[in-house]
Structures are given as C-alpha cells and as structure tokens.
C-alpha cells in the first residue's frame, strides 16, 4: 500500500477568519518564544540552565512551526481516493 503525500495546489486560506487565526499564530508562536527565551529565562535561570532553556525552546518552535506549515501545506482529503474497506472478524 503505497500512499503518496499530495500537496493543496492553494495554500492560502480560503475565509479571512481562517487567514486571521493563520497570521495570528504565525505572530503570536514567535512571539511567545522570544519573550520565553530572552525576557523570562534569563531572571530565573542560570546561565547553564539559561543555554538549555534556548536550546530546547528553539526546538519545540522550530516542530512547532514547521507542523504548523505541513497542516497548510498537505491535503488531507480523500477525494479520488478509493479506500479498502475492512471486515472486522
């Protein structure tokens, strides 16, 4: 069974509430990384802990974002697509 990733050929949000949440997370992700990372990690940690806070931070961003853009990016639905049916015994 070898199913292929099909790609949306629009991107774009169709409703601007749709384009609205799209932008607001787009802003709102960073946003909160930056302040996480460089206004409260500083005054509660020290600097080692600091460094590891960045470290994990920008990781969990990066997956954050990039999921994010794979949701927009991949079409998730079945149309043209026959899907076998299972019995269950």
């Known amino acids: 069974m070898g199913y292929s990733i099909r790609f949306r050929k629009r991107f774009m949000p169709r ?7 799209m932008v607001f997370m787009l802003l709102a992700i960073p946003s909160v990384y930056w ?8 005054t509660i940690y020290n600097r080692t802990l600091n ?8 990781y969990m ?3 954050i974002i990039g999921n994010f853009m ?15 049916s299972q019995v269950c015994k």
Do not use: K, M, R
């Not at 409703?15 to 949440?21: G, H, I, P, Q, V």
């Not at 460094?51 to 920008?58: D, E, F, N, S």
């Open 15 to 21: 409703s601007f509430a749709d384009l609205s949440a």
């Open 35 to 42: 302040f996480e990372v460089y206004v409260v990690g500083p």
């Open 51 to 58: 460094i590891l806070h960045v470290i994990v931070g920008t």
């Open 61 to 63: 961003v990066i997956n």
């Open 70 to 84: 794979a949701v927009i990016a991949v079409d998730t639905s079945t149309q043209g697509l026959v899907l076998p």
